[in-house]
Nanobody, 130 residues
Framework: QLQLVESGGGLVQPGGSLRLSCAAS????????IGWFRQAPGKAREAVSC????????YYADSVKGRFAISRDNTKNAVYLQMNSLKPEDTTVYYC???????????????????????WGQGTQVTVSS
């Protein structure tokens, strides 16, 4: 069964940090660009950050630039989202997604439109609250 599984969410105080992980089951991620998205109830899905298959190209939403960092370890078949200086408005469910053979030239566009991703995880809840 081909699936993505997110982990690492939880409750953290404002200003705190979390590291989300996205692991693949049933396939290897090295040919896939990976994206992190979030969606609050009643709101549209928002791209948070994306990384090309090689890790050489990244995209960050303006709202998380300087606070979040995406990375990947293809030897561990996983992608990470390090989230620092968390704010209450970062509270929501975070999803990872994978798309195969995406040129880095199109990473930003595919990330921001959130469409045509091959696999999606089930999500992990992040709550930032004192």
């Amino acid at each position: 069964q081909l699936q993505l599984v997110e982990s690492g969410g939880g409750l953290v105080q404002p200003g705190g940090s979390l590291r989300l992980s996205c692991a693949a089951s049933g396939f290897t991620l090295d040919a896939y660009a990976i994206g992190w998205f979030r969606q609050a109830p009643g709101k549209a899905r928002e791209a948070v950050s994306c990384v090309s298959s090689s890790g050489g190209t990244t995209y960050y939403a303006d709202s998380v630039k300087g606070r979040f960092a995406i990375s990947r370890d293809n030897t561990k078949n996983a992608v990470y989202l390090q989230m620092n200086s968390l704010k209450p408005e970062d509270t929501t469910v975070y999803y990872c997604a994978a798309v195969r053979n995406l040129s880095p030239l199109f990473l930003r566009t595919r990330c921001t439109n959130g469409a045509q991703w091959d696999y999606w995880g089930q999500g992990t809840q992040v709550t930032v609250s004192s």
